[in-house]
């Protein structure tokens, strides 16, 4: 790159203002992928959290489900009582420009599925574990999805600034070395070739006053 531009102080300022830009874009890069890391980490926590829960949630729930068969049966007509769900609403918000999807629960379980007269303690429980392990999963699939998106974000954004750092960066700083090197030998050449002429001048004057 270097070579290939003119060393001329026109170029020279418009090297340094690309080099100024492509050091600012680093620094936003930069933020932005420390911001993206800060909450991916922070959504691992939470998922990890929920899925300890899920697995405490689902025991629990196979646990009454258990005890409620024993008590009363296999429960597959109570359980074809309880209507199918299709209350999950998704839409999205941006972090740092990452498309984040976020997932809107709106179901509401009816409070006594399959009746009162038909059904114990045992299997109300296990229904609303159940449906406590639903939420969750619902929160658990939501935060993983996330977790996707922000990763794939954060691969781009270091793509992006290992590019600015490691290539862009280092070949405007070598050319505007070059070219700040040759102008300064112009320079030198310059100021030795006017210290020529000017001797020239100082010798050729003396000379010109004894003949006058």
Same mark, same amino acid.
């Given at each position: 790159?270097a070579?290939?531009?003119?060393a001329t102080?026109s170029?020279?300022?418009?090297l340094? $203002?690309?080099?100024?830009?492509?050091q600012?874009?680093?620094?936003?890069?930069d933020?932005?992928?420390?911001?993206?890391?800060?909450?991916?980490?922070?959504? /691992?926590d939470r998922?990890q959290? /929920?899925?300890m829960r899920? $697995?405490?949630?689902?025991?629990?729930a196979?646990?009454?489900?258990?005890r409620s068969?024993?008590?009363?049966?296999?429960?597959?007509?109570?359980?074809a009582?309880?209507?199918l769900?299709d209350?999950?609403?998704l839409?999205?918000?941006?972090?740092m420009?990452v498309e984040?999807?976020?997932?809107?629960d !709106?179901?509401v379980?009816?409070?006594?599925?399959?009746?009162?007269?038909r059904?114990?303690?045992?299997?109300d429980?296990a229904?609303l574990?159940f449906n406590?392990a639903?939420?969750?999963?619902?929160?658990?699939a939501?935060?993983?999805s996330?977790?996707?998106?922000?990763?794939e974000g954060?691969r781009k954004?270091?793509?992006?600034?290992n590019a600015?750092?490691?290539?862009?960066?280092?070949?405007?700083?070598?050319?505007?070395?070059v /070219?700040?090197?040759?102008?300064s030998?112009?320079?030198?050449?310059?100021?030795?070739?006017?210290?020529?002429?000017?001797?020239?001048? !100082?010798?050729?004057?003396p000379?010109e006053?004894?003949?006058?």
């Open positions: 790159m070579e290939r531009i003119v102080k170029n020279l300022l418009r340094k $203002r690309t080099l100024a830009l492509a600012n874009g680093y620094e936003l890069l933020r932005k992928r420390n911001i993206l890391i800060r909450e991916t980490l922070g959504m /691992i998922a959290d /929920i899925q899920i $697995r405490q949630t689902y025991q629990e196979y646990d009454a489900l258990r068969n024993i008590l009363l049966g296999i429960v597959d007509e109570i359980a009582s309880v209507p769900d209350s999950l609403r839409s999205g918000r941006s972090v420009g984040i999807p976020s997932v809107r !709106e179901y379980p009816p409070s006594a599925p399959g009746g009162f007269h059904t114990d303690v045992n299997l429980v229904y574990k406590e639903r939420q969750l999963t619902v929160q658990l939501e935060l993983e996330g977790v996707f998106r922000l990763a954060i954004t270091q793509k992006r600034a600015l750092k490691n290539i862009m960066i280092p070949r405007y700083t070598e050319a505007i070395a /070219i700040t090197e040759a102008l030998e112009k320079e030198r050449e310059e100021f030795a070739r006017q210290k020529v002429i000017k001797k020239q001048l !100082e010798t050729r004057n000379k006053e004894n003949g006058g």
